[in-house]
T-cell receptor, first 114, second 113 residues
């Protein structure tokens, strides 16, 4: 079945370091792709999304580009801050008729140290 | 604040019991999705309702059921609870059933003792 695979964590970076979290997916068709973030003790917040090939989603300095040829949607940020410490989830929308439930990766925990 | 509300925030109960989790979607959204987040299974889709009708089912146990009411709020009923049902339960809402973004509530943390 369809799946989302993202790099295992945890990831620990120093402040101002470059961040990449890899995400690949399997799917029939061309699903929408999302990154959600979960801060400690909180729910899921949408970070960014892309709905078609070559789209770039961006928000709060984070970016991800929908790569159809490699079925990937890697998350990047040029300079992380301590406040970026959270769990990041890559997700894809479904392709079932009449429903668009999300399939999530297992999440990557990011810790940024000063 | 996503505009999706969930109650209660925390729930502690015993094995064999039944609980009801409540979700109110964002104003104007017709779809409600339920997800379970557990340490071993990660985030999994349970069930979706659209405008009062069940639209899709995922990995939902037969002991679990849900419904969506005319005012569009939804309830997830969990019965004959087991220790393994301890998890964070999220609901999300979206305007329709297509490629729109789903906005998540803060979740209900269920602990079964």
């Amino acid at each position: 079945g369809d799946s989302v695979t993202q790099m295992e964590g945890p990831v620990t970076l120093s402040e101002e370091a470059f961040l990449t979290i890899n995400c690949t997916y399997t799917a029939t068709g061309y699903p929408s792709l999302f990154w959600y973030v979960q801060y400690p003790g909180e729910g899921l917040q949408l970070l960014l999304k892309a709905t078609k090939a070559d789209d770039k989603g961006s928000n709060k300095g984070f970016e991800a580009t929908y790569r159809k040829e490699t079925t990937s949607f890697h998350l990047e940020k040029g300079s992380v801050q301590v406040s970026d410490s959270a769990v990041y989830f890559c997700a894809k929308g479904g392709s079932g008729a009449g429903s668009y439930q999300l399939t999530f990766g297992k999440g990557t925990k990011l810790s940024v140290i000063p | 604040d996503s505009g999706v509300t969930q109650t209660p925030k925390h729930l502690i109960t015993a094995t064999g019991q039944r609980v009801t989790l409540r979700c109110s979607p964002r104003s104007g959204d017709l779809s409600v999705y339920w997800y379970q987040q557990s340490l071993d299974q990660g985030l999994q889709f349970l069930i979706q309702y659209y405008n009062g009708e069940e639209r899709a089912k995922g990995n939902i146990l037969e002991r679990f059921s849900a419904q969506q009411f005319p005012d569009l709020h939804s309830e997830l009923n969990l019965s004959s609870l087991e220790l393994g049902d301890s998890a964070l339960y999220f609901c999300a809402s979206s305007p329709g059933t297509g490629r729109e973004t789903q906005y998540f509530g803060p979740g209900t943390r269920l602990l079964v003792l």
